[in-house]
C-alpha cells in the first residue's frame, strides 16, 4: 500500500462490530466473524482519502495519530476513520492499528464502555478479567478457554451499560495475544497460530461461527498475585480500584473520550455485577489449582 499519489477506494466491505454498521474500503479478515449486508446508512466508514484531505487542520473532537513504520490516522465524531498508509507497509500492520488503537478511539468519541481485560462465557453470562499489562489476563483465558470456556474477548472489552437491565459485552475479534513463554507454558503448538506484527507476541485465532453476539455480563474480576482466593470487592475503594486497573487506554480516553462519563458507567456497572479480586501465584506449575477454583466459581454462582 502506497502512501503517495491521489486515493478514493470505494468502500466494499461491510461488517456488523460491537453493535455498529461498519463500511470499509479495507478488508478486515480478522472480522469475517462479523461480515454483513445491512441495507441502512453505516454507523462508521473506513476509509483511504487523498493524501491532501490529511493536510486539513484538526477540527474540534477529532482525534489524529501517526504510527511509524505504518501509516496516519484521523477519527472524527464517532464516525469516520481515515488512514494514509505508508509505502509497502504489510496490511495486518494497518489492520492492527485500525482495529485497536483508531477503532478504540472511535468507540470512546461514541461513549462506549471499555474495559482492559479478556472475557470468556460461563454457563450464567460473561465473566470479565482485567487487570494492567502483566498480569496474565490473555493466558488466564487461554487456561478457561482450555478447560472448556468459550472466548468473548481479549484486550478491548466493549460494554453497555443500559438504564435498566443487565449490562453486556459484545463479542470481539476471536483472538488471543500471548507472551512467548506463556505460550511455552501452555504447550500450545502451531495450531490456530496466526503471524503477528509484532515479534513479541503470538497471536492464536478460534474458527467457528458463535451463537452468541451479545453477552450478559455476570460477573467481574480484578486480578492480582498471591495466594490463592477469590473474594468479594465493594464500595467506593473497589470502585477508585476498578477504574484505575480496568480502564482500556486511559490517556486515550482523557483525549478522545469523556473521563466523567467512563467513572458513571464503572459506578453503574459495578453496582450492578458482582465485583471479585481473583488472586493466584505466579508458579505456573500451580496453575491448575487456581483453575479449578476458578472453573467451580464461574460454574456456579
Not at 483472538?175 to 506463556?182: M, P, T, Y
Not at 490517556?251 to 479480586?277: K, V, W, Y
Amino acid at each position: 500500500m502506497g502512501g503517495t499519489g491521489k486515493r478514493n477506494r470505494v468502500n466494499r466491505f461491510k461488517y456488523r462490530y460491537h453493535g455498529l454498521n461498519v463500511s470499509s474500503a479495507i478488508e478486515f479478515p480478522e472480522w469475517q466473524t462479523f461480515a454483513s449486508d445491512f441495507p441502512a446508512e453505516p454507523d462508521v466508514v473506513v476509509s483511504q482519502p487523498a493524501e491532501d484531505a490529511f493536510s486539513s487542520p484538526r477540527q474540534v473532537g477529532e482525534h489524529a495519530f501517526v504510527a511509524q513504520g505504518t501509516g496516519r490516522f484521523r477519527i472524527r465524531d464517532g464516525r469516520q476513520i481515515e488512514v494514509l498508509p505508508d509505502a509497502d507497509v504489510p496490511p495486518a500492520r494497518l489492520r492492527a492499528y485500525l482495529i485497536g488503537s483508531a477503532w478504540g478511539a472511535l468507540l470512546y468519541q461514541r461513549g462506549a464502555l471499555l474495559l482492559h481485560g479478556s472475557a470468556v462465557q460461563t454457563p450464567h453470562g460473561a465473566a470479565v478479567f482485567c487487570a494492567t499489562r502483566g498480569y496474565g489476563k490473555s493466558t488466564l483465558a487461554a487456561l478457561l478457554t482450555s478447560a472448556g470456556f468459550d472466548l468473548i474477548s481479549d484486550d478491548m472489552c466493549c460494554l453497555n451499560v443500559p438504564p435498566e437491565g443487565s449490562p453486556t459485552i459484545h463479542l470481539s475479534t476471536p483472538r488471543l495475544k500471548l507472551c512467548h513463554d506463556a505460550v511455552e507454558q501452555l504447550s500450545w503448538g502451531q495450531a490456530g497460530r496466526v503471524e503477528p506484527f509484532r515479534a513479541a507476541k503470538s497471536h492464536f485465532a478460534f474458527d467457528g461461527s458463535p451463537t452468541q453476539i451479545v453477552h450478559s455480563v455476570r460477573s467481574l474480576f480484578l486480578l492480582d498475585w498471591g495466594d490463592l482466593s477469590i473474594t468479594r470487592l465493594c464500595g467506593f475503594g473497589a470502585l477508585r480500584r476498578f477504574v484505575s486497573v480496568a480502564t482500556w487506554r486511559g490517556n486515550l480516553l482523557m483525549s478522545t473520550g469523556d473521563p466523567g462519563e467512563h467513572m458513571r458507567q464503572c459506578a453503574e456497572l459495578i453496582n450492578r455485577t458482582p465485583l471479585f479480586e481473583f488472586r493466584r501465584p505466579r508458579d505456573f506449575g500451580k496453575v491448575d489449582q487456581g483453575i479449578r477454583l476458578l472453573s467451580s466459581h464461574l460454574n456456579s454462582e
